[in-house]
């Protein structure tokens, strides 16, 4: 865990004024942003046929750094939930500038490659509307349901298995589990109108 470690060294030294300390957060976290932002295009290939990952990486650093300024997290966990935000506010910018009136995805299949295994084949998203409704509904999900599921989403959002997740959320992993069902639960309802497969 010395990753954490660091990582919360950085974020109290932030939480005590030091901006500096946000250029050395983003160097601590690139790595496994990167992962994320990688995974997230393997699940949502329709972007990813315009966008590599580093597009994603490099712009969503540059987010995390400029929300730094103003937020400061008082724990990994808040930080790893302000990461998601910008990674997510960021794919939904992109599919809006491919998938818009004018992008350049209105004009060509982009079928993207295979589809994921994850559990985002449940709510793998048809056009723009639909992906921003999806990213909408996960901000919109109660706050221990929004947690488990941005952190473990593919492992996805943040790249953590669901027993790191566990650990950094600080309850079990059993109670993690139940709280990833009530999120994808509450996800089907909200995006499919509650039908069962």
């Given at each position: 865990m010395g990753h954490t470690?660091?990582?919360?060294?950085?974020?109290r030294r932030l939480s005590e004024g030091c901006l500096d300390s946000r250029r050395t957060i983003v160097e601590l976290c690139c790595q496994r942003l990167r992962v994320?932002?990688?995974?997230?295009l393997n699940s949502y290939g329709r972007v990813g046929r315009w966008s590599d990952t580093d597009d994603v990486l490099q712009n969503s650093?540059?987010?995390?750094?400029r929300a730094l300024a103003t937020v400061q997290p008082e724990s990994v966990r808040k930080f790893y939930g302000l990461a998601s935000t910008q990674i997510r506010r960021e794919l939904i910018d992109l599919a809006r500038?491919?998938?818009g009136p004018q992008g350049i995805g209105t004009k060509h299949?982009?079928?993207?490659?295979?589809?994921?295994?994850h559990v985002a084949d449940m709510f793998e998203p048809d056009s723009l509307e639909e992906w921003t409704a999806f990213h909408q509904a996960v901000e919109d999900l109660p706050d221990a349901e929004r947690e488990a599921f941005s952190l473990t989403y593919?492992?996805?959002?943040?790249?953590l298995t669901q027993v790191d997740a566990s650990r950094v959320v600080g309850c079990s992993l059993a109670t993690l589990k139940r709280r990833l069902v009530s999120a994808r639960l509450l996800l089907q309802e909200q995006l499919q109108g509650g039908d069962d497969d």
């Open positions: 470690t660091d990582l919360n060294n950085e974020l994320m932002a990688r995974r997230m650093l540059l987010r995390l750094h500038s491919h998938f299949d982009s079928d993207g490659g295979e589809a994921s295994e593919y492992e996805y959002y943040e790249g």
